[in-house]
């Protein structure tokens, strides 16, 4: 989960920001000022929190590349070239502060921080009065700032952390980046948050590769299958439909042994065509390429349309567009969908005269959003085209990144986004072998209505009888449905088990496997705890691994040793991709259902040596986000003390979970 400036104490508070201000420049003008005014909310939301300063920082252009680009062309051209004069009018930030001043109004004030760059800023920045916004020079003047040298990217990466007590993140458009201002900062600085549009961009793009709301149709066309292999490939594990057009579909289409002409085509990408066509018959995604085309004889907006009734292209025509029957296909394909991304457009839009097959894809994406399908437009030309038929406003979603988006949906971990998660406080309820289905169901309809509006993540786990009764009471809640266990096979002649797939049918999303009265009276070890994790995992659930000592195991000093033993056999094999769906839950056996808890800094003690256990594991990242609940004898009177210390991240609850009185209060912590 990301961390957003909602759950930040803001309270006189500077703040360092990170935002994408990369917008186009032309003579010292802002030529496009979307980026500026994506970024407006947060601004005024940290300020009218409390926030004492707001400290920005943003790249514009790339200042060393762009001007020796420039100044070779224009030698090329015999053209004199001012250096100063050409990075004045295109990379200097002076101008968007006075943009951005513009667009804040009177009651806020800008200042700018000065063309000297962005070291030895503190004392300017100190000197300010509550309620100031500060823009710095522009971020790519120093070399530091994208260095590939991680050392390098840390010194100006310093300098940054000392003008804010809190980092904030809302460069979208920069997230792919590892750089000093994007992401190397948050080391430096106690407490990073995404913006609201970092954080609007994640909560509709993440989902589409995690657990999209299903059927997903995919889109994705463009000029070239080569940037694109790696977002075809994330998108097959969950589309039920993969529309390929553009540019790219004619390699598709030579794959297959049709004709294209003289259409585009990366024949070395062949065998990667076939490959993924075979991945997609394999995993039953349904592949839909041009059934018919547009075409012309040359790549010119001023080349006469000519219609190609089949999938063939003769060898003197290049495919342009897609023609009436494609969209008629489109059609059909695309109202299926609950989900629908859309990455690159199926024709050369730029000319008019080709690019009906893109707008036809853009209404039909938009009268979908009006039935309420998700829809959500990725990437830099989509992007242009769904604005160029004005039709922005009718999608779900339109990103402000290409790369950013593209990244994120071929499932990659984004540098910038990363710094900004933080682990969550998981309060579960294990109703272990009590109720009935008809106190199930009031319990149930109790803490849907008590939890509506709690600030942390919730689950219940009945019994197996009872999910089915459950489940539905949940459904939409901010409440997910757990089971306390599972069977170690998949299926099968096993009497007296429930399987994962029996689990998933009835909608239960976490498993607690491993818990002490498993370990300890149904005698299940290691090896079988590790075969159900990974089957659980497999299996796309969520999974709550339980460890702790016994008395005995206590007063022998044996603590570290059992609860690193019971860690490395439980995840044995976890990949790392897997471990965010693991929780774990330190539940010391003597206090489980024995009214004796352990002390909050007993149990610190435990947790924080469970997190350095995880970390020699799989590296800090993982350990600094994997949530570790306490359970044992958890009563509203101990919870809070509990879940403040610093690695306690939420409770495992047997006894008080079966009574809204004692479960809401420890929820509501
Ligand atoms: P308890 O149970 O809260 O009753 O001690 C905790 C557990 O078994 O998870």
Redesign the pocket.
Known sequence: MIKTVKTVNLKDKRIIMRVDFNVPMKDGVVQDDTRIVASIPTIKYLLANGARTVTLMSHLGDPAKDAEKAKAKAEKDGKTFNMEAYIKGKHRMAPVAAYLAKKLGKKYSVVFAGEDGCYNKKAFIESQKPGTVIMLENTRFHKEETSSDPKERDKLAKALAEYGDIFVNDAFGTAHRDHASTASIAKFVPVSAAGFLMEKEVNYLEPIVTDPVKPLVAIIGGAKVSSKIAVLESLLKNSAALIIGGGMAYTFQKALGQKIGKSLVEDDQIDTAKKILEAAKKAGVEIVLPVDHVGADKFDPAAKPVAIAGQNIPDKLMGMDVGPKTIALYKKVIVKAKTIVWNGPVGVFEFDSFAKGTEAVAKLVAAATEKGVITVVGGGDSVAAVNKFGLASKMSHVSTGGGASLELLEGKKLPGIEVTRARDCLVAG?W?MHMTRNEAAVLAKALVKALKNGKHRYLVAPSFTLLETVGPILKGSNINLGAQNCAAEEQGAHTGEVSVLQLKDLGVQTIILG???RRHVYKEDDALINKKVKLALKHGFEVIL?IGETLDEREKGKVEAVCKNQIEKGLEGVTPGDLSKVVI?Y?PVW????GKTASPEDAQAAHKFVREVVEKLYGPDAARLIVIQY????KPENAAQLMAMADIDGA??????LKSETFVPIAKF
Do not use: P, Y
């Open positions: 294990n272990k818990h002490s009265e339980c839950a539940e206090a489980i259902g024995t359970g044992g004898s958890v495992l609850v047997g006894g008080a979970s």
